[in-house]
């Protein structure tokens, strides 16, 4: 019974920046691969960011690519979403996940939204 907890969205201006987080409970963290996806209003939940394994790059979005970055810290089964120079374009519903191969059950995300 893997629970997923998001924090850290908000309300932000264009050009500012904010920092999600992500803990995993109920399953033993160690390296899983994690990841972060979003779901705008209409729009397929799509991945954002992605950690990778070995001298692999993280995969970004190209949307993203340059402005978010993220990273892990397993002593505290967590996960983290750093957003440098948000557009209205990244307004949505962030979570977080396994992946490539999400468990079943989703949490209930943050909203994120930022204004022009």
């Known amino acids: 019974q893997v629970q997923l907890v998001e924090s850290g969205g908000g309300l932000v201006q264009a050009g500012g920046s904010l920092k999600l987080s992500c803990t995993v409970s109920?399953?033993?963290?160690?390296?899983?691969?994690m990841g972060w996806y979003r779901q705008a209003p209409g729009k397929q939940r799509e991945l954002v960011a992605a950690?990778?394994?070995?001298?692999?790059?993280?995969y970004y979005l190209d949307s993203v690519k340059g402005r978010f970055t993220i990273s892990r810290d397993n002593a505290k089964n967590q996960v983290y979403l750093q957003m440098n120079s948000l557009k209205p374009e990244d307004t949505a519903v962030y979570y977080c996940?396994?992946?490539?191969?999400?468990?079943?059950?989703w949490g209930g995300g943050t909203l994120v939204t930022v204004s022009s």
């Open positions: 950690l990778t394994t070995g001298g692999t790059t993280d």
């Open positions: 996940n396994r992946h490539p191969v999400p468990w079943l059950g």
């Open positions: 109920g399953t033993i963290f160690g390296n899983r691969r």
